[in-house]
């Protein structure tokens, strides 16, 4: 949003509604010698961008943000629900040779171990696995509950959780993914994921209105 580029006469309409908002379209189209019909793409992009506002029978007025301002405000309508995956979930049991193999069949960068109560114990990384796989060990006798990083050291999030501060998670503890949870009685059940390929889709969506 504060790489929006305006073009002259958009320019033009939002340094009129400065001086003289708040003011009605047909105002504006009459200091620039333009019909109404003319300026209502302009007033449209101008409105939608969050630039101007709109009232009934009051007319167009300068919201006085800024771009950064505009861009912080459409950051805090970006919410986990809108944006989280499927998560790939595997059992404490299972071997690391297992785990690899999932992980490599799903195509993700994370797993998320679980119990026999499917309450989230544990998270796996390609880190963890690759690290599991050096030296001359069976990997298909070591389960994969030794190697896995084990709660309370597990980032998490839930699906009304901000974009942003998900975003913010992932940067400060420099992991790929976090399983979005559904807290219960006896533990956290897993009912998504988030990863930077998510949040990437929410910027694009929010560059493009699509949200």
């Known amino acids: 949003m504060n ?3 305006l073009n002259k006469r958009q320019e033009h309409i939002l340094r009129i509604v400065k001086e003289n908002g708040p003011i009605t379209g047909e105002s504006i189209a009459e200091q620039l010698h333009l019909t109404r019909a003319t300026l209502r793409p302009d007033l449209a992009i101008l409105t939608m961008a969050g630039f101007l506002e709109a009232r009934p029978r009051v007319g167009y007025f300068y919201s006085g943000k800024t771009g950064t301002q505009l861009l912080t405000d459409n950051l805090s ?3 986990v629900k809108d944006f989280q995956s499927i998560p790939v979930v595997v059992s404490d ?3 690391v040779y297992d785990a690899i193999c999932t992980m490599f069949l799903e195509d993700v960068g994370t797993l998320f171990v679980v119990d026999q109560h499917a309450h989230l114990v544990g998270v796996l990384s390609r880190k963890d696995l690759l690290r599991a ?3 001359k060990q069976d990997l298909t006798t ?12 597990i980032a998490m999030c839930m699906k009304e959780d901000l974009i942003i501060e998900v975003a913010k998670k992932l940067i400060e503890k420099q992991i790929d ?6 807290q219960t009685e006896s533990g956290y059940e897993v009912t998504g ?4 390929t998510n949040i990437t889709k929410a910027l694009v969506s929010l560059a493009t209105e699509e949200i």
């Open 133 to 135: 796989s050096i030296g």
């Open 77 to 79: 309508k970006l919410y």
């Open 193 to 196: 994921r988030i990863t930077k």
């Open 93 to 95: 049991s299972i071997s």
């Open 3 to 5: 790489k929006i580029e």
């Open 177 to 182: 993914a976090l399983p979005v949870v559904k």
């Open 142 to 153: 070591i389960p994969v509950n030794i190697i896995m990083t084990r709660m309370p050291n």
